[in-house]
């Protein structure tokens, strides 16, 4: 089985920064995307920043100049460094990864789609 856990969420006040984590441990054959959403009470689950395995990043346009997403492809860690946070980043923040993962006794290829529980992020006015 495949798990992703955050880490770095709390609490900080306008201006401040946080650095979140997420770790993917497991029979992990690759990661290929991986990435960050957020979702905010009473919004819809939103991207903030995604990374493929080749390095290709994109940004959600509310946090760009601000976040910065970077893989550590030796680790299978995926890192958000926030910046200048605004209270309105306030949400919970989950990590997402497309793994491949190697089963069966054929010893095939399979990607799935992965979540991980979230962590919580506030930013106090």
């Known amino acids: 089985q495949v798990q992703l856990v955050e880490s770095g969420g709390g609490l900080v006040q306008v201006g401040g920064s946080l650095r979140l984590s997420c770790a993917a441990s497991g029979n992990i054959f690759s990661i290929n995307n991986i990435g960050w959403f957020r979702q905010a009470p009473g919004k819809q689950r939103e991207l903030v920043a995604s990374?493929?395995?080749?390095?290709?990043?994109n940004y959600a346009d509310p946090v760009k100049g601000r976040f910065t997403i970077s893989r550590d492809h030796s680790k299978n860690t995926v890192y958000l460094q926030m910046n200048s946070l605004r209270p309105e980043d306030t949400a919970i923040y989950y990590c997402?990864?497309?793994?491949?993962?190697?089963?069966?006794?054929?010893?095939?290829?399979?990607?799935?789609?992965?979540w991980g529980q979230g962590t919580q992020v506030t930013v106090s006015s």
């Open positions: 997402n990864a497309d793994i491949a993962v190697r089963s069966g006794p054929s010893g095939s290829v399979w990607e799935y789609d992965y």
């Open positions: 990374v493929t395995i080749g390095g290709t990043i």
